[in-house]
């Protein structure tokens, strides 16, 4: 069983810098592409980055020249580096595995 376990969220000025990290169980992380999605409150879940297995990368419009999407395959890693953070970033990230697995989310507030 794929386990995918989330952290580094928290509470940030808006401007400011996190990183959240998502960590993977299992043998496949590799194989497979990561992606991160957010989901604000009372809003559905929006897809912000992804980075195949070959490192390829794509992001969302309302994402694109502030965050970063990388990965570690020797530590089962995925990383979102996020700048210049807004309030309207406000959301719980989700990591996800392929196309099947995601994590618990961890909670991400911008302040005004």
């Known amino acids: 069983q794929v386990q995918l376990v989330e952290s580094g969220g928290g509470l940030v000025q808006a401007g400011g810098s996190l990183r959240l990290s998502c960590t993977a169980s299992?043998?496949?992380?590799?194989?497979?592409?990561m992606a991160w999605y957010r989901q604000a409150l009372g809003k559905q879940r929006e897809w912000v980055a992804v980075i195949t297995s070959g490192f390829d990368t794509n992001y969302a419009d309302s994402v694109k020249g502030r965050f970063t999407i990388s990965r570690d395959n020797a530590r089962n890693t995925v990383y979102l580096q996020m700048n210049s953070l807004k309030p309207e970033d406000t959301a719980v990230y989700y990591c996800?595995?392929?196309?099947?697995?995601w994590g618990q989310g961890t909670q991400v507030t911008v302040s005004s």
């Open positions: 299992g043998s496949i992380f590799g194989d497979n592409a």
């Open positions: 996800k595995l392929g196309t099947r697995y």
